[in-house]
């Protein structure tokens, strides 16, 4: 069964620091990911999203993203953090009608 | 453009009790999906729908009913309520020219509490 497992269920970091935030998803012939960002109370947006060509893939927010087929992994990067970015951050993948969605990093961003 | 759009944005229900969230979206997507988030197990897909008058079982179906009688609107029945079904619910929708692998649209979710 296509899963996508997130490894990390909190990350803390200090503002201005680099985050990276990892992916791993089941192997399968083609594979579409995404990277989406929940604030509180509200709902989930995109943040990035793999689909062919480039592996490394940029984002709203100065976020970015490197699709590893080898490693079967698509993590989550951003140079510099800001307490703004304190959220929690979904890795999904699409497989037919469905997308499934990792368990979530709740990323913590401290001044 | 609204977006996503759910109706209501709080719910306090008792056991036993029936009640209906609303998703509207105006972005004429042909694919639309109900989700329960709960801490530490992301999303869940309860059920989707592939257009109009069609509806599918996703992952945690089960004291849960649909209907989507006009392609804008998905409704997310339940008809006995459980403290299990305590939880926030999520609204989204996809276009069918992208629906195997585009971007998915949220509403702003439902918090539902069942005592």
């Known amino acids: 069964a296509q899963s996508v497992t997130q490894l990390d269920s909190q990350v803390p970091v200090f503002e201005e620091a680099p985050v990276e935030l990892r992916c791993n998803y089941s192997s399968s012939v083609s594979v579409y990911l995404f990277w989406y960002v929940q604030y509180p109370n509200q709902g989930l947006q995109l943040l990035l999203k793999y689909l062919s060509g480039s592996t490394l893939v940029k984002g709203i927010n100065g976020f970015e993203a490197e699709f590893n087929k080898s490693q079967t992994s698509f993590h989550l990067r951003k140079p510099s953090v800001h307490i703004s970015d304190t959220a929690e951050y979904f890795c999904?993948?699409?497989?037919?009608?469905?997308?499934?969605f990792g368990a979530g990093t709740r990323l913590f961003v401290k001044a | 453009n609204a977006g996503v759009t759910q109706t209501p944005k709080f719910r306090v229900l008792k056991t036993g009790q029936s009640m209906t969230l609303l998703c509207a979206q105006d972005m004429n997507h042909e694919y639309m999906y109900w989700y329960r988030q709960d801490p530490g197990m992301g999303l869940r897909l309860i059920h989707y729908?592939?257009?109009?008058?069609?509806?599918a079982k996703g992952e945690v179906p089960d004291g849960y009913n649909v209907s989507r009688l006009k392609k804008q609107n998905f409704l997310l029945g339940l008809e006995s309520a459980a403290p299990s079904q305590t939880s926030v619910y999520f609204c989204?929708?996809?276009?069918?020219?992208?629906?195997?692998?585009?971007?998915?649209?949220f509403g702003p979710g439902t918090r539902l509490t069942v005592l």
């Open positions: 999904a993948r699409t497989g037919g009608f469905k997308t499934i």
């Open positions: 729908s592939v257009g109009e008058g069609t509806t």
């Open positions: 989204a929708s996809t276009s069918a020219g992208e629906g195997t692998n585009g971007e998915q649209f």
